[in-house]
């Protein structure tokens, strides 16, 4: 008897039906998988069979073929053991087929029956609802993911057994489950008001907030940049829902959801290790294909200490989806996009042993230094829309009771800022000033005659590139949002140009 049930994979962070079809005849005894199949896949004909025998479902000695649709798309994870399992049992004739009509099942199995958790759930029960499914059979461990898709019953379940009993009495009803969503963690989380002095740091890093700008910070060890940098997340707005929701689908496919944790409300936050690979940088793997750092601060920031030390093809890997917003990852398997929407927010020293330009304390070499400093391409530099100097301060100058402006204050700043974004990119593909790209700077970030002239001599004596004369205007444009300016006066551009100095001071070596 042959029978077809509905199960699901990932792409990227959409999900892609999968039909998982069986047929049982007489013939030689045996299982045979086939589709296009990775061997995590292939490996799930023992996982199913001995499941099946330890729920007490036994299989007659016939010949079983399980076959996973579309052919032409590799199948990979361990997701669809469940789906075989309910397809075979259908197939043996254990349920009618109008039982499972309009069902996905989700799931990995244990040898013992037991459904075991998988990752992609919420992208997948996505698309269930979008097939019109009633009703997305997922694992027990997963059903808080499952719960925030609304308009289809996600039921978790813990074994073959319950999902037996779940199929033939049809009871789909769900238990009440308390969705516990991260707790705004503001409060505990720290706050801008506690770090004193470095006010040109400061300052840039509530342009880059306002504007979605990247931010690279130069400057000896101990002056706080780490400090600043994690505090950036406590000045963006409070994230959509519809951000909210990507960022979990993320989360999900990764696997890294926190246990009980149904959406992610919190901006993520992600300081990988200088150490860090490409491919855990920007997304990739043999099998399956995951999304990297870039992707896991989707919305949120990705802070690269020590840059300097990172290799520089992991640097370089970083310039197209930082363009594009979004990383394309092409296999032979097929291609996945993962949204890659993050703020760059780089820190270096500015030579091995941090003290330059202090001459007095700095004892690297002329060739030392630019040796140092060209481990940075000059096109990454240029990436960079905002570069600023962090001087050297005492510690207990850098952090004490003496407070300024707090991070729900700078919050409500930066909100109006996107808020006057959102209505000049009316109708675009922009959202914020970080995003304008090549003729379009110039189309929206218009200027008067004086800030004209004022930008023509930069142009002319900082010998900038057309580049920089882009993210100084973007620059601009964010400072005057900062202050609710309708048009960008000389004083926006003449702090512009201040945070695009620091580069030529350092590279022009
Ligand atoms: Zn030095």
Redesign the pocket.
Known sequence: MFSSVLSADVRGITGMPIWVETDVSDGLPGLVMVGYLASAVRESADRVRTAMKNTGVSIPPKKITVNLSPADTKKEGTGFDLAIAVSLMCSLGMFPKECIEKVMFLGELGLDGTVKKIRGVLPMAELAKELGCAVCVIPKDNEAEGRIVKGIACVGVENLRETLNRIITGDYSQEDISLEIIKETQETNPDFSEIRGQEGVKQAAKLAAAGRLNLLMVGPPGSGKTMIARRIPTILPQMSEEESLEVTKIYSVCGLLPEGVALMKDRPFRAPHHTISVSAMVGGGRQQVMPGEISLSNHGCLFLDEITEIPRNVLESLRQPLEDRCVQISRVSGNAVFPANTMLIAAMN???????PDMNK???NAG??HRYLNKISMPFIDRMDLCVEAPRVAFEELTGEESGETSKKIREKVLRAHQMQTERYQGSAYRFNGDVKGSDVEEYFRVGKKQKKLLEDAFENLNLTARSYHKILKVARTAADLECEKDIEVSHILQAICYRNIDRKFWAV
Do not use: K, T, V
């Open positions: 500015p030579c091995r042993c941090g003290y330059y700095c004892h690297c030392e230094i």
